[in-house]
């Protein structure tokens, strides 16, 4: 499977991003798909993930009521729609997918095993 994720851009705090990420193959609806973000000199971390009905989504608290994850499966694609940015939102964010990820590694790169190529986010003060 290969994930193309874009979207990402230069943005004055305030502002809004959406992002985006295109999975190939048949087999979209059998993902889990996930959003994480690494900021230079640190480690990747989650961002928001949605069960593959849809049905139910989970954010970090730092994307809570800022950040919305949904996903198209008729496109093959999954979003994060960003509002309200700020300069710490500035980081590459990647999206990930996996058909087995378990509830305790839903917000674990561990859990993920096909990674997007990642789309830079910056965000000005």
């Known amino acids: 499977v290969q994930l193309q994720a874009s979207g990402g851009g230069l943005v004055q705090a305030g502002g809004s991003l959406r992002l985006s990420c295109v999975v190939s193959g048949r087999a979209f609806r059998s993902y889990v798909m996930a959003w994480f973000r690494q900021a230079p000199g640190k480690e990747r971390e989650f961002v928001a993930g949605m069960a593959r009905n849809g049905a139910y989504t989970y954010y970090a608290q730092s994307a809570k009521g800022r950040f919305t994850i949904s996903r198209d499966n008729a496109k093959n694609t999954v979003y994060l729609q960003m509002n309200s940015l700020k300069p710490e939102d500035t980081a590459v964010y990647y999206c990930?997918?996996?058909?087995?990820?378990?509830?305790?590694?839903?917000?674990?790169?561990?859990?993920?095993?096909?990674w997007g190529q990642g789309t830079q986010v910056t965000v000005s003060s």
């Open positions: 990930a997918a996996s058909a087995t990820v378990i509830s305790s590694e839903r917000t674990n790169t561990r859990g993920y095993q096909n």
